[in-house]
């Protein structure tokens, strides 16, 4: 949900133990996808003894990968949309 409270549930999950990071500026028409909805995501890593600060940067590797998937999509809105005289939406 774009509208959450994305820093407060980083501190959330910083006070469990894992290293968070999180963006709410994912709008689906910029990944192929014909429709705006707006989406937050959030990726964290578990914090162990053993985690290296390579591991802790994979949440930035994945925040960056999915930016780069951005690209409109190759059809409008409306080029899914039915007529509005369509046989289909009149018999309902």
Not at 26 to 33: A, E, G, M, Q
Not at 67 to 78: I, Q
């Amino acid at each position: 949900v774009q509208g959450a409270n994305w820093t407060r549930m980083e501190e959330d999950f910083d006070e469990l133990g894992y290293d968070a990071v999180s963006t709410k500026s994912f709008d689906t028409k910029s990944y192929y996808i014909p429709q705006t909805r707006m989406r937050g995501y959030l990726c964290a890593i578990k914090r162990t003894p053993s985690t290296t600060q390579e591991d802790v940067n994979v949440r930035q590797e994945w925040m960056d990968q999915v930016h780069a998937l951005a690209r409109p999509a190759s059809a409008t809105l409306e080029a899914f949309l039915l007529p509005p005289d369509d046989v289909r939406l009149i018999e309902g």
